[in-house]
């Protein structure tokens, strides 16, 4: 099941959106074995600080405190941010102990995600919207 809630131009502003999909978490586990993907809130907010990250996923079921700090990260920066799965399903997919932050650092790789939830990319400016 995918759920979006996009703003009136369908651009990614910083907004959490939330999305939930089989195919993001694959997307996400192919980066991590491809090495593309850091996952925690400390190496999040480093990569967003650096200028390295090019799109942020924040677990549903995290606090509403790191939501709103991720939020505020990545729109201080302009990068994409979305909301999906659960803590348990990104540590599932890390081999480790659940993430409530997961960055992706590869452009390429965001825009797949970003296909894959139906939000405009950023870097192309393609809405990707009927596509999924």
């Given amino acids: 099941m995918k759920r979006v809630r996009e703003t009136q131009d369908g651009v990614s502003n910083g907004e959490l959106r939330p999305v939930i999909s089989?195919?993001?978490l694959g997307l996400i586990g192919l980066a991590f074995r491809a090495r593309q993907v850091r996952a925690g809130a400390s190496a999040t907010r480093a990569l967003i600080r650096s200028g390295k990250a090019r799109l942020v996923v924040v677990a549903k079921d995290s606090s509403?405190?790191?939501k709103r700090l991720f939020t505020y990260l990545a729109r201080?920066?302009?990068i994409p941010i979305v909301e999906g799965h659960t803590c348990e399903e990104f540590g599932v997919c890390f081999d480790?102990?659940?993430k409530a932050v997961v960055t992706i650092i590869d452009a390429h790789f965001a825009d797949g995600i970003l296909?894959?939830?139906g939000i405009r990319s950023?870097?192309?400016g393609?809405?990707?919207q009927g596509e999924a």
């Fill in 76 to 78: 201080q920066q302009a």
């Fill in 64 to 66: 509403e405190n790191t």
């Fill in 126 to 128: 393609r809405t990707h």
């Fill in 22 to 24: 089989d195919s993001i």
């Fill in 115 to 117: 296909k894959k939830a």
């Fill in 96 to 98: 480790g102990a659940p």
């Fill in 122 to 124: 950023p870097r192309n």
